[in-house]
């Protein structure tokens, strides 16, 4: 399959992904709950194992500098820091009714964006190595289906139908498509191998200051050490998949 054919099939089936949230339709909200922060969990695990075991390798071994590469990541961790600052926008994994989003519309912009960057960082890794590129997005995706779930959760129970709350996200969902065409646009006119420790910057505020406070410090040691045991299973197969490649 041809560069542009992975970015095209990456984005669809991230807008794909966007439709998971109707499974809470037909779940018991107990279930969803328990669902939930093992799986959020496991999405931490896999974008930072992502970011340190695929991408940030991948760049030192580009033409990227020491220094260059490190500027990129702390530039992709900044730019995620700000476009929550600015959006007062956080992902929403709990129960929906425990979360803290007012605006419905404000979930779609701030979702909208975070998959236009998304799919412009990973866009950089699939013009990369495919290879590359495919542990990447198993590392997004594995981050958006919790994501999805709760988001739906928020937007119906904000008042939306469940028709147009699976419309908007698979729309919203479609602008990592989006940025994902950009990337290969921009990659005839400028070298963007930047934007692969640019995406790992992305993956590690995600997962480190967006995830991992989520699954933190419960009461119960049990459920503590399960989702310790996710977040490990998540690195564990973005290593094996790293000592494999």
């Known amino acids: ?73 702390v530039s992709g961790f900044t730019v995620f820091f700000v476009l929550e600052q600015l959006l007062h926008w956080h992902h929403c994994h709990r129960a929906t009714t425990e979360c803290k989003q007012p605006l419905t519309y404000l979930i779609l912009v701030g979702d909208g964006l975070h998959n236009f960057l998304g799919g412009l960082a990973i866009g950089g890794t699939f013009l990369a190595d495919p290879r590359l590129g495919i542990a990447a997005w198993l590392a997004a995706a594995a981050h958006e289906v919790p994501q999805e779930l709760g988001d739906f959760g928020v937007l119906v129970h904000g008042g939306w139908s469940t028709r147009k709350a699976l419309i908007f996200n698979v729309l919203s969902g479609l602008t990592f498509l989006l940025g994902g065409l950009v990337s290969y646009g921009l990659s005839a006119r400028i ?18 200051s967006d995830l991992v406070p989520e699954i933190s410090k419960h009461a119960r040691l049990g459920a503590n050490l399960e989702h310790l045991v996710a977040f490990l299973l998540g690195v564990a197969l973005l290593l094996v998949s790293r000592l494999l490649a």
């Open 1 to 73: 399959m041809s560069t542009l054919g992975w970015i095209v099939s990456g984005g669809l089936l991230m807008a794909a992904i966007a439709m998971v949230g109707g499974v809470t339709l037909v779940l018991k909200p107990e279930t969803v709950k328990r669902l939930l922060l093992p799986l959020v969990a496991f999405a931490a695990g896999s974008l930072i194992g992502g970011a340190f075991f695929h991408m940030i390798p991948a760049a030192i071994d580009s033409r990227l500098t020491a220094l260059d590469t490190g500027i990129a990541v």
């Open 191 to 208: 070298d963007v191998t930047w934007l692969i420790p640019f995406a790992a910057g992305n993956f590690i505020y995600i997962g480190a």
